[in-house]
């Protein structure tokens, strides 16, 4: 599997009420060559991390619509665009409009990486952005197919970049990297939404030895 093949699969994933930032453009959000710009960024990404030495693969469950169905990057809002694409050497405009667009997730997740040099692939179960039928402005679980095609996905993406650790950031996450390797690879951490922030900040201080002091 190479990235460019690996992200033309997923660019043809297709699901009801789900959001492909690859292939699919946002009437609203999205500048007129949006899904191109983000496979492609994706492809640079894929290409520098199979090349790093790669100390983990971080995934959550899904893309959120104020952070990854905008980017095209998991775990990563408009405000740290730039911050994800400089850990892997990259300058890229986002392809979205207007002012950037916040996650509380992303945040969370990003204030910690921003003390961590290691280098470390953020993704997600389901790969693309679930959202409830009336309204593509909301997030929604994946559901059991959509989780099969993850989990199909996922499974190529570790088999490509050969990390030395897997991080499930919440439960789903937890279960499904357990199916597709040893359960005592996978290191299971608290996903920060709904009341897990210092749980899920302490545990990850913890696995990279990140001082308290480093974080202000």
């Not at 499904?176 to 690879?185: A, E, F």
């Not at 709904?194 to 990279?208: H, V």
């Amino acid at each position: 599997m190479t990235p460019i093949r690996f992200v033309s699969q997923l660019g043809a994933l297709q699901f009801a009420n789900a959001f492909n930032p690859y292939s699919d453009r946002c009437a609203v959000h999205d500048l007129t060559d949006a899904p191109v710009q983000r496979a492609g960024l994706l492809t640079e990404i894929l290409e520098a991390a199979a090349d790093a030495e790669l100390d983990a693969l971080w995934v959550g469950r899904d893309l959120g619509f104020r952070g990854g169905r905008r980017t095209g990057m998991a775990l990563t809002d408009d405000v740290h665009f730039q911050d994800h694409l400089s850990r892997w050497g990259i300058i890229r405009s986002r392809p979205t409009i207007g002012q950037a667009v916040s996650e509380r997730t992303a945040t969370i997740i990003w204030d910690l990486l921003r003390s961590i040099d290691t280098p470390i692939f953020l993704w997600n179960v389901f790969p693309l952005h679930p959202h409830e039928q009336q309204n593509q402005f909301t997030n929604r679980a994946h559901n059991a197919k959509e989780r099969k095609a993850g989990m199909d996905i996922l499974d190529q993406l570790i088999r490509m970049l050969r990390p030395k650790r897997l991080v499930a950031v919440g439960n789903d996450a937890e279960k499904v990297l357990k199916q597709l390797s040893k359960p005592s690879d996978v290191l299971k951490v608290r996903h920060p939404s709904y009341g897990g922030q210092a749980e899920f900040s302490n545990k990850i201080r913890e696995l990279y030895r990140i001082e308290a002091n480093t974080l202000l």
